[in-house]
Nanobody
């Protein structure tokens, strides 16, 4: 079982930056691939960024490539999402996900943190 708590959201002007954090508790953080998703009002949840267990490989949605960076600190059981050059269309609730496969899929979600990009 993994519990995830996101933080760092807020209101920021277009062009600004935010860093989201997702703190994990429970067993075996380093055995989970970690992802950030987001969901805007009236839209489906979409994948934003993924990082492998070791942090050696990352992938991003085309809409955030070059602006967002996902990273992790396995020693502190935390995954981050650095968001730069924010746009109004980045406004959404951002969710952290932990996922691993061991006979079956284990997937856990945080409660989400609101990011609003507006002048």
């Amino acid at each position: 079982q993994v519990q995830l708590v996101e933080s760092g959201g807020g209101l920021v002007q277009p062009g600004g930056s935010l860093r989201l954090s997702c703190a994990a508790s429970g067993v075996g953080f380093s055995s989970y691939g970690m992802s950030w998703y987001r969901q805007a009002p009236g839209k489906e949840r979409e994948l934003v960024a993924v990082i492998t267990r070791s942090g050696g490989t990352t992938n991003y949605a085309d809409s955030v490539k070059g602006r967002f960076t996902i990273s992790r600190d396995n020693g502190n059981n935390t995954v981050y999402l650095q968001m730069n050059s924010l746009k109004p269309e980045d406004t959404a609730v951002y969710y952290c996900n932990a996922r691993r496969i061991n006979g079956r899929v284990y997937s856990y979600w945080g409660q989400g943190t609101q990011v609003t990009v507006s002048s």
